[in-house]
């Protein structure tokens, strides 16, 4: 091969290089955008997960749900207590 055949290959392969680093540089900042995005929704869903732990704890309370029960169920404990053995 010639001179000239020579350094038109090397011409193309070290573009061909700088192209391919171009297109993984950009593929890895799009990568590293949609990363950003999941750990941000991640850190929400967190967020909202121990609101509802909060939440369930505050309703599972004895009063509340001894209030629940007198209002929504119309129960009420009972005026006397009756004990009945069994032989």
Not at 35 to 60: F, G
Request: glycine share 0%.
């Amino acid at each position: 091969m010639t001179q000239k055949s020579w350094l038109a290959l090397l011409l193309a392969m070290v573009l061909s290089s700088a192209l391919t680093v171009i297109y993984v540089k950009h593929e890895s900042r799009v990568l590293f955008a949609e990363l950003r995005q999941v750990q941000k929704n991640q850190d929400q869903e967190v967020i909202q997960w121990s609101r509802l732990q909060l939440q369930n704890s505050t309703l599972a309370t004895h009063s509340n749900v001894e209030s629940q029960a007198r209002k929504t169920l119309k129960m009420h404990l009972p005026e006397s207590v009756e004990l009945v053995q069994l032989p």
